[in-house]
């Protein structure tokens, strides 16, 4: 179900090796959101637990050490070495079942346990499909479902990326669906999150940061300074490579208070990955336009619950006024025929040291459906910000 070490998305080694490098002391805490309520069969738990101890067998391998050298020129050769010295440790994963409530805890320094989540929800993913003997269409039906979207996606001139590793059907279609792309002549497949499958395919890997990023700033500096401090952090690491920044950990408006026309301009762009997509490029538009910057420089990276529909509707609505791509996950990796899981994995402690007390993290989010914390926390940094969501 999973591959290997870099069967894994790319944004989660860029942060690890940031990590590494400005707080190597700080430890993490992440749970399992099972937001779609899904009830897990009877068993579930001790069949991811020996998934999960399966993991500790895997280790960066030659191949995977030279693709990430020569391709991802932002990663250092120190980080690379220690990649090269890490494996998966299973003690810093709790899992457990009550009845068909499924609850998973990790925990342990942040620059380890920051690999965890991706290849744990795939895991989840693609073990519930197993367990419950949830058939997919017919490998015909989905490669021609591929094939189409592919079609369309070059007739609209449409940039995209794959996304979908974190909540895939299976590892056996996440491939298939990429080797079907590529079969289309003229494909605008631009590259993948997934480590592993860039290097298998001679793909672009694809990813910057994370919503943990910004989350762990708020622990660390308070949700005021969270995101200045945040897009700090990672110019102090990148130097303005991967210069997408994520928007909306504490809303974009937030957000926006302090990505100045310094941050502005030395960010490519950003992801827009909560909210109505197309007030959020109305509002980027503007944003640009009043720090006197052409937002047709700029680019919208969308990742939030895409389908081709959804996909051509933006492009027309951006084109000639901003550049847009696109990340598409789920619709790509799980338009198999059955209903994908909603859930994530998100941090909800942090911590600067093993001796410091541990500080619950809070996500928000541009919709309130996709808000994490304990609720006092949510209030907290609600009334803190001093802004009308709930």
Same mark, same amino acid.
């Given at each position: 179900m ?5 069967d894994?998305?790319?944004? /989660? ?15 993490a805490?992440?749970?399992f959101?099972?937001r779609?309520k ?30 990430l ?7 250092s050769?120190v980080?690379?070495?220690?990649l #090269? ?8 994963? #709790? ?7 499924l609850e998973?805890h990790?925990?342990g320094?942040?620059y ?7 290849? *744990? ?13 949830t058939?997919? *269409? ?8 591929? +094939?189409?979207?592919?079609?369309r996606?070059i ?6 990326a ?8 299976s ?7 990429? %080797?079907?792309?590529?079969s289309?002549?003229?494909?605008t ?15 672009r890997? +694809?990813?910057?940061?994370?919503? %943990?990023?910004?989350m762990?700033?708020?622990?660390l ?28 950990t504490?809303?974009?408006?937030n ?7 310094v941050?502005a301009r ?6 827009h990955? #909560? ?5 959020f490029?109305?509002?980027?538009i503007a944003?640009?336009?009043? *720090?006197?910057?052409?937002p047709t420089t ?11 529909? /959804? ?11 901003i550049?847009?791509?696109?990340? +598409? ?15 994530? +994995? /998100? ?15 809070v996500? *928000?989010?541009?919709v ?5 914390g304990s ?7 609600l009334r ?7």
């Open positions: 999973i591959t290997g070490l870099t894994n998305d790319l944004y /989660k080694f860029t942060m690890q090796q940031a990590v590494f490098r400005l707080y190597p002391e700080a430890w805490k992440y749970a959101i099972n779609g899904t009830a897990f069969p009877h068993g579930f738990a001790d069949a991811l637990t020996e998934e999960v101890r399966s993991l500790a067998g895997f280790e960066l391998t030659s191949d995977e050490y030279t693709f050298k020569n391709r991802c020129y932002y990663l050769p980080y690379l070495d220690f #090269s010295h890490y494996r998966f440790n299973p003690d810093e994963v #709790s899992i457990s079942q009550q009845g068909e409530n998973i990790i925990e320094p942040w380890r346990t920051i690999l965890w989540e991706v290849p *744990l929800m795939a895991l989840i993913s693609e073990l519930y499909f197993t367990k419950t003997g058939a997919a *269409l017919s490998r015909e039906v989905r490669k021609q479902k591929n +094939i189409d979207k592919t079609r996606f007739e609209g001139s449409v940039s995209f794959d996304f979908g590793t974190r909540r895939r059907f590892s056996d279609n996440h491939r298939e669906v990429i %080797e079907d792309i590529l289309v002549p003229q494909s497949m631009t590259g993948t999150s997934n480590v592993f499958l860039a290097m298998k395919y001679a793909l890997p +694809i990813g910057t940061h994370a919503h %943990e990023w910004f762990f700033h708020a622990a500096n308070g949700y005021r300074l969270a995101n200045k401090t945040s897009t700090d952090a990672w110019t102090e690491v990148y130097k303005g490579n991967l210069g997408i920044a994520l928007t909306d504490f809303t974009t408006d957000f926006l208070i302090s990505f100045d026309s941050k030395l960010f490519d762009g950003v992801r990955d #909560s909210g109505n997509p197309f007030e490029a109305e509002k980027m944003h640009y336009i009043k *720090l006197h910057i052409d700029k680019t919208i990276v969308f990742s939030d619950g895409l389908d081709p529909d /959804k996909v051509l509707e933006l492009q027309r609505y951006c084109n000639g006024r550049r847009c791509s696109f990340g +598409i996950g789920t619709n790509l990796t799980n338009d198999v025929g059955v209903k994908p899981l909603n859930m994530v +994995i /998100k941090m909800s402690h942090a911590r600067f040291d093993e001796d410091s007390p541990w500080i619950g993290t996500k *928000l989010s541009d309130q459906g996709k808000h994490t609720d006092e926390e949510i209030d907290l940094c803190t910000l001093k802004r009308g969501i709930s």
